[in-house]
């Protein structure tokens, strides 16, 4: 007998915060951890967005920024599930000017540790996971995939390949729900692991943003009403996970027409006022608006 499908909406609600003097981008988890998760109603929403937008408001009290829809995932059932769940995957920001706070705001380097490049290469990645993934890459067609995807043997890292990346670490049985769906002896810990197929789902939303920076002023919905331009510096770096060239950046942001200064300055730790900006308005910034491309203001 067939089980009944139940169609479920998933979060990925994503922030940035400051933490220990730096910005950290932070997705909502509920215990576990685990991605916020709503069965979709169709007698109570006429849209999954609206169903969305309206249980994720309700039960966090954020309000939503930028919302896409991202993929269908199919969980493979266990033998006690009543149902088989079948979980659309949401990118939903929180805006900056919203306080993230006495909910479960986790760094997505926890479970992502290697996705984090803004000190150099993670050593979880040059110690453990290159390592592991050479032996595994036995023919050809492995070894380029590997190549693309962890920017090996001279390949440039490209920051949006998370959703790949980790695929490779589940195809190569390193990452617990590989052992999981298998029944295998969990392999040693790389970043936390997550029930059902939400941190592919999370993978998923964060190359989707960081993707995203590319080509549309996404950066901004995550920062508050005003913001300096080593604020808006250390966001980007932060969801991207990889430094940025300070005077690139800045000559790239002040000449693409997305901000003007508000005319007043804030007071830094240990260093001199800097002026503050905001994202500028609509009928300003659409007619000049072109894509703030963060690969030309990466450090060498």
């Known amino acids: 007998m ?20 730096r910005a950290e ?25 609206l169903s969305l937008r309206d249980w994720v408001e309700t039960d966090t009290g954020h309000t939503l920024a930028h919302v896409e829809q991202l993929y269908t995932f199919g969980d493979r059932p266990q033998r006690s599930d009543p149902a088989h769940r079948v979980s659309i995957g949401y990118l939903a920001i929180v805006p900056g000017r919203e306080r993230l706070e006495g909910q479960d705001w986790r760094p997505w380097t926890q479970f992502f540790p290697w996705e984090d490049r803004r000190a150099g290469p993670a050593p979880i990645l040059t110690e453990t996971l290159a390592p592991a993934l050479e032996s595994w ?8 995939r590997l190549n693309l995807s962890f920017g090996l043997s001279g390949q440039p890292w490209r920051d949006e390949l998370v959703l790949e990346r ?44 960081r993707a995203k920076l590319k080509y549309r002023p996404v950066l901004f919905e995550l920062m508050p009403e005003t913001f300096t331009l080593f604020d808006l ?3 980007a770096e932060a ?8 005077q690139n950046f800045r000559r790239m942001i002040t000449q693409s027409g997305l901000i003007e200064p508000t005319g007043a300055q804030t007071a830094r730790r240990g260093g001199r006022p800097a002026a503050e900006y905001r994202f500028a308005a609509e009928a300003q910034w659409e007619r000049r608006v072109s894509p703030v491309r963060f690969g030309g203001a990466r450090a060498s």
């Open 2 to 21: 067939s089980r009944p499908i139940e169609v479920g909406l998933s979060a990925v609600l994503v922030g940035v915060i400051e933490s220990d003097g």
């Open 25 to 49: 981008p932070v997705v909502l988890t509920l215990p576990g951890p685990e991605l916020p998760t709503r069965p979709f109603d169709p007698d109570r929403h006429g849209t999954l967005e």
């Open 137 to 144: 890459a036995t023919t050809p067609q492995r070894r380029e």
């Open 166 to 209: 980790y695929e490779l670490l589940y195809e190569a049985g390193l990452v617990e729900e590989a052992a999981r769906d298998r029944a295998l002896p969990p392999p040693r810990p790389l970043g936390r692991a997550m029930p059902r197929d939400d941190r592919r789902i999370l993978a998923t939303g964060i190359g989707r943003l």
């Open 233 to 235: 510096q250390t966001a």
């Open 239 to 246: 969801v991207s996970g990889q430094p940025l060239h300070k």
